[in-house]
């Protein structure tokens, strides 16, 4: 059974910055593609940036040039940088592994871009 843990969420300032962990339990993490999505109430919940297992990045359009994700798989923790936040930015950011086609999820972690 897979279980993400994120943590790193919190209230910042507008253009301030955070970053989001992800830490996956079993074994071979370095195969898996993993990736973070956010959602508001009520929203759907939206791609933000993943990294495949050969260390490929893409990211949304509203976050390229502002956030970064990279994974540690001596870790198996995956992160996101997140700077010049922007009060959009705020949400539920939720980690995503991805194995066999199958995606599981973390319980999320809250973001916060406020004055």
């Known amino acids: 059974q897979v279980q993400l843990v994120e943590s790193g969420g919190g209230l910042v300032q507008p253009g301030g910055s955070l970053r989001l962990s992800c830490a996956a339990s079993g074994s071979n993490f370095r195969g898996y593609t993993m990736g973070w999505h956010r959602q508001l109430p009520g929203k759907q919940r939206d791609f933000v940036a993943q990294v495949t297992p050969s260390g490929s990045t893409n990211y949304a359009d509203s976050v390229k040039g502002r956030f970064t994700i990279s994974r540690d798989n001596a870790k198996n923790t995956v992160y996101l940088q997140m700077n010049s936040l922007k009060p959009e930015d705020t949400a539920v950011y939720y980690c995503?592994?991805?194995?066999?086609?199958?995606?599981?999820w973390g319980q999320g972690t809250q973001v916060t871009v406020s004055s």
């Open positions: 995503r592994l991805t194995r066999n086609g199958s995606n599981y």
